[in-house]
Nanobody, 130 residues
Framework: QVQLVESGGGLVETGGSLTLSCAVSGFTLDYLGFGWFRQAPGKEREEVSCIASESSRSSRTYYADSVKGRFTISRDDAKNMVYLQMNSLKPEDTAVYYC????????????????????WGQGTQVTVSS
């Protein structure tokens, strides 16, 4: 059973930066794609970013238009970690951020991963003050 634990959230001012971490355990990461989603109060969970599996050897990534150029997803399979570097944060980035592991990496890389096709962490709160 894959387990994911997010950390690194917090309160930051507009224009600031945060790095979210996702610790993965219970499975080999090679064949898993990883995504980051977020959910703001009263809104649906939305996919923010995705990174391809190591086995695909593609280094492909996906970013939602709203975060493109500001967020960077990365993975370190040797450490069983996935990261989301967030720069130039805006108040509209305020949300609970979730890490997800999935075998449906093609859908993830198109920003179309269905929430039922992954294993999720518990989330970490990011609050950006104006």
């Amino acid at each position: 059973q894959v387990q994911l634990v997010e950390s690194g959230g917090g309160l930051v001012e507009t224009g600031g930066s945060l790095t979210l971490s996702c610790a993965v355990s219970g499975f080999t990461l090679d064949y898993l794609g990883f995504g980051w989603f977020r959910q703001a109060p009263g809104k649906e969970r939305e996919e923010v970013s995705c990174i391809a599996s190591e086995s695909s050897r593609s280094s492909r990534t996906y970013y939602a238009d709203s975060v493109k150029g500001r967020f960077t997803i990365s993975r370190d399979d040797a450490k069983n970690m996935v990261y989301l570097q967030m720069n130039s944060l805006k108040p509209e980035d305020t949300a609970v951020y979730y890490c997800v592991a999935t075998y449906r990496e093609e859908e993830c890389l198109m920003g179309q991963l269905q929430t039922s096709f992954g294993t999720w962490g518990q989330g970490t709160q990011v609050t950006v003050s104006s």
